[in-house]
């Protein structure tokens, strides 16, 4: 089951402790399939993001990135979106199946749980990574949790 | 059958004339906007809640992109609430998405438009909530945020 692949990717990634985003931080990425069999044009995958203070300082906002890792096709585009308390934020993969990860997203709503998403344009498998990190006002990485709702 | 119900229900509203982002005393809500209007802002998203009244099983959206078609430049709306999420794209040929719905039954549901580039498009999205016979049960939309 996807939601499962994508929660194991998680733990994984939180097991290894990889260091990622600035160099002071620690990984917090995780990858899936959305739309696996290729025929579901509103496929839409959704987890929470909780930030909190880890001790390395409140949370000011959170911070994705998406990398579509699937060849380009034609009309075929992967974005994420950030939503939290009435504000919400999104970002594109322009570029698909390169090595490059989207510009950022940056949702400024402080401490709490934050909802984000993965979509795409039309119908078609796409295979991809996302981070998130929930950061300080000074961009110092804090503490960051998930908890996977749905994936399709 | 809900699905051709709804689009003529949109597509009759809209030859009609756009109201615009306002509450609707119609059964149904349909609204127009520009979004990102100076054409800088990748990231521009407008979002709006509706408040879907007892007796509501399902809440449903269509979006439509009024602009003339630009390559890499897709017009989506997005339906929330509590962990459910979906999406609608809007063709680049000037019709409605596909209409898309999320059974959260009553309560609040979040609706969003966004795009996947920098570049102003105009839009038109309708919205309704609708008992388990998809007979409408009234929409109260309100205006979050608009980019």
Known sequence: ?152 | MKTPSLMTAFIAVSLLAAMGYADSATAYGIGSAVLDAPGSNASATDLASVNCPEGTHHFSAAVQDNSSPVAGLYVSAHIFKGQQMTTATAPANGGWSDIVSVNGGAGVYYLSVRKTNVGARAFTVGWDCRDANNVSTGTDLKVLQVQ
């Open chain 1, 1 to 152: 089951m996807k939601g499962n692949s994508l929660k194991k990717s998680i733990i994984t990634a939180a097991i290894l402790v990889a260091a990622a985003y600035a160099g002071q931080s620690l990984a917090h990425s995780a990858g899936a399939t959305i739309d696996a069999a290729g025929n579901n044009a509103s496929a839409t995958d959704l987890a929470e993001v909780f930030c909190y203070n880890d001790g390395s300082g409140e949370p000011d906002h959170l911070f994705v990135q998406i990398r579509d890792n699937s060849s380009p096709v034609a009309g075929l585009l992967l974005s994420a979106q950030i939503y939290k308390d009435n504000q919400m934020t999104n970002v594109t993969d322009t570029v698909s199946g390169d090595s490059g990860y989207s510009n950022s997203a940056v949702l400024k709503g402080g401490f709490g749980a934050y909802d984000i998403s993965v979509s795409k344009t039309k119908a078609g498998a796409r295979n991809f990574d996302i981070t998130y990190h929930c950061l300080t006002a000074g961009d110092v990485h804090t503490g960051t949790d998930i908890t996977v709702f749905q994936g399709q």
